[in-house]
């Protein structure tokens, strides 16, 4: 995916009376002074922090800071505000207004409970996405789509050339759309590794976590038989490594022999559709930021 400003454009005329709520997020090497920096130029720009969370990392000597300022300023003059401190520290800076919509794709197989998820939230105003399409490798979800008024295209995945092809659609589908976000929402696909390089740190995948683990069919079936005393479901980052990509968020529920298979499906699925869902307002809020293999949460 490639790099773009997120929202590039103003939407407000901002004024003391009328300021715009900025989103702040910056990366960069630990040292002294960051914190002292970072609040004079947010002075500078006759800003009022509303929100600040910070972390130094460690293990790899890396600073992450999160920040809501109420600003009376344009994007322009917040950057020239801020360009010093950021060259000095060499930051890695993020941007946005409050509460702005990520654009969203989301990618399904026959499974809809998670997209319903999303798109009741989007809805309600409960999630800050803005999702112009729902891409699929099986029509199932089409009903689904249509009774939230999502554009909904399925293209068949049968064999490699029709992988390839899929996948060509959906770099398509991130450039037409100018998408920001790609989301699998238990889409049974397993990307390739140039697929998962072109939207590294950019696409959220969703998938149960039992202990031990269950691969391949009924997986649910599987747990009964085993008598798993926990369910849960596990958000992260897609990677070419399947399932091993930095971990965003994770939820259990105990369980016990008086649920048969499809109550334990039931159970497994509002997991994962909470979890994912949870996942994807972290990131469209800022929230998530990446410290080699695993994420920074600022709550």
Partial sequence: MRARPRYPDAVTDPTPENPTHWTLTLVCDDQPGIVHAVSGAVVAAEGNITESQQFSSDDTNTFFMRLQVMAPVDRQTFQEALAPVVERYRMRVQLDVVG???????????????????????????????????????????ELASFYSVPFEHRPVTDADSKAAMERRILEAVEEHDIELVVLARYMQILSPELCAALAGRAVNIHHSFLPGFKGANPYRQAHARGVKLIGATAHFVTSDLDEGPIIEQNVVRVDHTKGPAELVSIGQDEESRTLTQAVRWIAEDRVLLDGARTIIFK
Avoid at 115 to 128: A, F, K, S, V
């Fill in 100 to 142: 702005r919509p990520m654009r969203t794709l989301v990618l399904v197989s026959k499974a809809g409970h998670c997209l319903n998820d999303l798109l009741y939230r989007q809805r309600g105003g409960q999630l800050p996405i803005d999702v112009p399409l729902v891409l699929a490798n099986h029509p199932d979800l089409a």
